[in-house]
């Protein structure tokens, strides 16, 4: 299986910066789609970005662009850089990985890999 474990979350300032990292380990053989999602209180989690092995990206209206994601497949390490954070940015960021030859989009249910959440706040 894979184990998925986020870093880098903080508390900033509006329209500061913040890079989050996610450690991917395990069997990910299999596992060519990678993804960031976010949830606020009492709501459920939603789609931020995508990022399938060939590069091809997606992002969610909500934070198109100022989210990047990217990867170090040499590292292991999938990343998400956010600018410009507004305190409606404010949430626990997760990531999540699926099997398959591609992602499908941000269907959380569909993603049966994940990490144990970063907390951002914007302040």
């Known amino acids: 299986h894979v184990q998925l474990v986020e870093s880098g979350g903080d508390s900033v300032q509006p329209g500061g910066s913040l890079r989050l990292s996610c450690a991917v380990s395990?069997?990910?053989?299999?596992?060519?789609?990678m993804a960031w999602f976010r949830q606020f209180p009492g709501k459920w989690r939603e789609g931020i970005a995508h990022?399938?092995?060939?590069?091809?990206?997606a992002y969610a209206d909500s934070v198109k662009g100022r989210v990047t994601i990217s990867r170090d497949h040499s590292k292991n390490t999938l990343y998400l850089q956010m600018r410009n954070l507004q305190p409606e940015d404010t949430a626990m960021y997760y990531c999540?990985?699926?099997?398959?030859?591609?992602?499908?989009?941000?269907?959380?249910?569909?993603?049966?890999?994940w990490g144990q959440g970063t907390q951002v706040t914007v302040s």
């Open positions: 395990g069997d990910t053989s299999g596992t060519v789609c």
């Open positions: 990022l399938e092995r060939d590069g091809n990206e």
């Open positions: 999540a990985a699926r099997p398959g030859p591609y992602c499908v989009g941000f269907e959380w249910g569909r993603y049966p890999y």
